[in-house]
């Protein structure tokens, strides 16, 4: 039987002011207007059925993760973020105490994703070649542009009809080498999208890194204990032991590193969504290139990205490449090429101890 | 018995989102937090008594002013605005019914004055010149730019010890002509504050606008009811004609004209805050050439002129040169060099059927 591990742990900063502490990214309406975590869901429908799609959040997310869910999925929590190796492998476990150990897709909460056909069809080869060959297989992306925020995957000799070997992984690289991997057309952006039988994971982890899977295993009687309806107990033992696992990305701890590593390209239209410049790319553009959502009004303006959230509305006049997004948070006002750094802008209200979450002095 | 009037009816749309229909500019706390209409009566303290002063509004404005003003002068109302040289002529109506034939200072009541002491001495000067040699006195300010936005005055011959004769009004310049008037010295930006008798306005609107005197002439029965205590009937009187007066300036009818205009330069630091640009020119700028204030943040940022207004803060990050101002009709994002043309701000939204005083849509 075929699983799915949703990764909902994220905090998300860079969409302030609409992201906050308790309403991080994957709770946000980004998708067209539809939660990201709610369209992740959804996704999978005819794919995985809700009683085997583990949504994997923090225990501060559980309250509203647990309202959106509903019975579209069932919600397990970690009493501190690891990082997505021991996530990954926390739900291995889970998956094979409920007796599912057929292929389990790996999908962050917070993607954008375009044409549900094609992913849907991806996503069936990928657990075919995750059974067949026993594989980690992983979508890669193919580039439209050399980002720098993406890791590489280069890929190998093909494997079956969709996928190939992994020749190798390449970090973030610089603009020069991203412009000679776009170029080569062997490399794709890794997704961080991942599809592999529980044991094949478990497996690659006590290959790699074997401290981590005795961790690990220390976790199966909790496991087994959560597949029994007795969540209480599986939280007390993470609790006590799951803050002590070494917090290390899947990517790292075995993709980098394994030899049975494949990689399928993706058929869809695919963005991390790490900005709000990223945000944008996926949105209606007017004739001047400004995509402008909610109660808003860019005028005699070029390139912006207007969100006006909210009873009061916002006015962009005459100006060029700008973001600008009045929400419950507040109202961000920053240059397109400094999306990347709207986090700052948390750290500067915290700077004087004002609150991001938007409330008065 | 010298007197005032405060011209108190303009409609401000320069600042939206802080101005609103209902909230003019003279009606907001532009004055270092204090609101230009108090900050305009305050200094009048020691020059003319309360009873002297009149505040001349709108009549949909009249409540607000009302609560506002107190009794710290007394407000008289247009049914509708018709420019300078009528409300000045009324002015000069109500001031001679109540006894007041002294010099009557005409000022607008939303213009930034700096250093109180150096304006009442300007100000008695003002009155002397205006009753010892009955003329109509402006005030005229050195220029420290070459403004393309304000009308000039060339100074004549020197009248006493502060006054000159006025050679020539000049309408608002090109830069060139700008320029040479500044590097001339002998040209002042015309402020728009005036010192005369009563009788001397009244004379020379005779002399240059006879139609706009008798206009003003049939309306000296309503001024003597609204000295007696009978407001409505100077209500009535004006509903009834004031809508006929010629809608002209008290520069374009009287001062480009006479030959008895005389001007005074300011010792004091003045602007007519036309703009967000111009506020913030009176405003403690950081080390960047920020202007914030309230609740807001500018970081990483230069040149920006920042107002947070509300319980939700705003953050400005690695911009330049921008105004953004959030308030109770809505925020504005825009460029300092359009700070011009905020006004269409409003129109955008007007065009939308949406409203400038912030209400959902």
């Known amino acids: 039987m075929r699983s799915a591990l949703i990764l909902a742990g994220g905090r998300g900063e860079r969409f302030w002011p609409l992201s906050r502490p308790g309403r991080p990214k994957q709770l946000l309406p980004l998708a067209g207007g539809k939660v990201l975590l709610t369209a992740t869901l959804e996704r999978l429908d005819g794919l995985v059925p809700a009683e085997r799609r583990f949504v994997l959040t923090g225990r501060d997310l ?49 993607h954008h994703v375009g044409d549900l056909g094609s992913f849907r069809a991806d996503v069936e080869a990928a657990f075919a070649t995750a059974e067949d060959h026993d594989r980690l297989v992983t979508f890669g992306v193919r580039p439209d542009r050399a980002e720098t925020g993406y890791g590489y995957i280069e890929k190998g000799a093909p494997l079956d009809a969709r996928a190939f070997d992994v020749k190798s992984f390449r970090e973030k690289p610089d603009a020069a080498t991203a412009a000679q991997y776009v170029q080569s057309g062997n490399f794709s952006w890794n997704s961080g999208m991942f599809f592999w039988r529980p044991r094949t994971l478990l497996d690659a982890l006590g290959a790699h890194r074997p401290a981590l899977l005795a961790g690990l295993r220390a976790l199966g009687p909790a496991a087994q204990a959560w597949a029994a309806g007795d969540a209480a107990s599986f939280d007390r033992s993470l609790d006590a032991s799951f803050g002590a696992l070494e917090s290390i990305s899947v990517d790292y701890a075995v993709m980098e590193k394994a030899r049975n590593a494949a990689v399928i390209e993706a058929s869809f239209d695919w963005d991390d969504l790490g900005s709000w410049t990223a945000w944008a790319r996926h949105h209606v553009h007017d004739e001047s290139g400004n995509v402008v959502e909610g109660f808003a009004v860019a005028a005699q303006s070029s390139g912006c990205v207007v969100l006006g959230g909210g009873e009061r509305p916002v006015v962009v006049l005459g100006a060029r490449d700008l973001i600008v997004v009045q929400a419950e948070g507040g109202t961000l006002v920053c240059p397109r090429d400094r999306a990347d750094e709207v986090r700052k802008a948390i750290a500067e209200l915290d700077a004087r101890g004002w609150t991001s979450e938007g409330a008065a002095r």
Do not use: K
Request: glycine residues 12%; negative net charge.
């Open 62 to 110: 559980e309250a509203p993760v647990r309202e959106l869910v509903g019975s579209s999925a069932r919600v397990i929590t970690e009493p501190v973020g690891r990082n997505t190796a021991p996530a990954a492998g926390l739900g291995a476990l889970v998956a094979l105490a409920t007796g599912a150990d057929g292929a389990m897709a790996v999908l962050p909460a917070d």
